[in-house]
């Protein structure tokens, strides 16, 4: 776990050996079984999770109570609900494990310790942060100029192994398409 953290910060910051030990105190091993929630609807959001293993997904329920998937989290990914970690607000969003999955899971208030005690951390973190705005810009740019075929046509050649971990209506979902009309592009190949 330590390793995979550190290759993975590396990408953004280097950290000398005393640094990650000490940030190493603040964060926390836990492993959730598959369909286990990470985050409920209403709660509020006290972690930002390192995934090490296994596949998450971050949906809602709409009004008129459909799962939509706002994004999927594998291995090396932060996962948060970003809105209600920093405001201390209820989550309108679920957090759940779709594989076992073990992360390494950090609090708010250990996170802005570790800022204090390791400067370097809080920038590694604005880049990650600066990071995943402009993919999900992207990700909504790209998708919009598309039509539902190319979408999932998209998603599978970017993702393809990840796309055969993930149920195949909770790819719809994501995708913001029907199950059977994915059912149908799935046929036509």
Not at 49 to 56: A, D, N, T
Not at 116 to 135: D, H, Q, S, V
Request: aromatic share 14%; glycine share 2%.
């Amino acid at each position: 776990m330590r390793q995979q953290l550190l290759d993975y910060f590396k990408r953004y910051v280097s950290f000398s050996e005393e640094e990650l030990n000490i940030f190493f105190k603040y964060l926390t091993a836990e492993t959730y079984s598959k369909k286990e929630f990470l985050l409920n609807e209403g709660a509020i959001c006290n972690s930002q999770f390192f995934i090490i293993s296994g596949l998450i997904r971050v949906f809602k329920i709409d009004e008129k109570g459909n799962e939509k998937i706002i994004h999927f989290g594998i291995e090396n990914w932060w996962v948060t609900n970003m809105e209600s970690f920093i405001l201390k607000e209820p989550s309108k969003v679920y957090i759940q494990a779709l594989e076992d999955t073990t992360v390494l899971k950090i609090n708010k208030e250990d996170l802005e310790q570790a800022y204090k005690t390791i400067p370097k951390l809080e920038r590694a973190f604005r880049i990650i942060t600066e990071r995943m705005f402009i993919a999900i810009e992207r990700k909504n740019e790209h998708y919009a100029k598309m039509g539902s075929k190319e979408r999932y046509e998209d998603f599978v050649a970017q993702l393809q192994s990840f796309s055969q971990r993930v149920p195949q209506y909770m790819i719809a979902s994501y995708l913001d398409i029907t199950p059977e009309y994915l059912s149908e592009l799935r046929k036509s190949k």
